[in-house]
């Protein structure tokens, strides 16, 4: 199948929706319209609009797929094979702080099966995009994964970097150079797949978070599972991306491993 076609309404909503995103994140800090979903989980009215305008962009011209987005879940009114799934704003406490490591995802299944994806980050003017078959890219120019061999010059993401995680893994922590919990997974992978960090490592996660991130890192050349797992599934919650090199090293360190995962 085609894609093509695909991927240019995911290019062309993305510009739409995205200039929203930027606008939101100059003036959010001045609005005080922010409501917690949780302690550790904000919405916006940004948040919001950004995907109510892509998700109706998506269905004015494919009326008969479905629509997934956080914040208002699934059109569950037809059936079919092709799923879009939204993260309007990754990051979205970092959003609110003005802190420029967020991201805009959209991705498109079919069959179950991620196809086309876009992940972008507006603030820097990075927009991240991969087809299934076709390669990953970062402003049109392709990227890989990084070549790099040495743990101890690696940089690791580990999503909840919090005492109780780090005292679980920290075998595995020590055997990087850097250990960072940057705040958007999304934008995490995209890095993972462009080479700016070699491996990411993150648990309770849902499907908006890592759909588009997972094509960028398997068509970059990486690879990415669930954890303790040799396949991917966006039903579950805990991730591994990484270049093969780490992949292959870190999954003997968490082969041991059962708590939080």
Not at 233 to 252: C, D, F, G, M, Q
Request: charged share 20%.
């Amino acid at each position: 199948m085609n894609y093509q076609e695909y991927l240019e309404t995911a290019l062309t909503i993305t510009d739409i929706s995205t200039k929203i995103f930027k606008e939101g994140f100059f003036e959010i800090s001045n609005n005080k319209n922010v409501e917690w979903k949780s302690e550790s989980d904000p919405v916006t009215e940004f948040d919001k609009k950004i995907e109510k305008v892509t998700r109706e962009y998506i269905l004015s011209k494919y009326p008969d797929h479905l629509v997934l987005g956080e914040e208002d879940g699934l059109n569950s009114t037809t059936a079919s094979d092709f799923k879009w799934i939204i993260d309007p704003i990754d990051g979205t406490i970092n959003y609110i702080r003005g802190i420029a490591f967020v991201a805009y995802s959209l991705a498109l299944s079919y069959k179950d099966e991620i196809v086309v994806a876009v992940v972008c980050n507006p603030i820097l003017d990075e927009c991240f995009h991969a087809v299934k078959g076709q390669g990953a890219f970062l402003n049109g120019k392709k990227i890989t994964v990084s070549t790099c061999q040495e743990l101890k010059q690696s940089y690791l993401t580990l999503g909840r970097y919090t005492e109780e995680y780090v005292e679980q893994f920290h075998n595995l922590v020590n055997m990087f150079q850097s250990v960072r919990n940057p705040g958007s997974a999304a934008l995490a992978l995209a890095y993972v797949a462009m080479g700016r960090i070699e491996a990411a490592l993150y648990f309770k996660l849902s499907p908006w978070d890592i759909a588009g991130g997972y094509l960028l890192v398997k068509e970059a050349g990486g690879i990415m599972t669930n954890i303790n797992s040799d396949s991917f599934s966006l039903e579950k919650p805990s991730v591994l991306a990484s270049n093969p090199y780490s992949y292959n090293h870190i999954t003997r360190v968490l082969s041991s491993l059962t708590q939080f995962l």
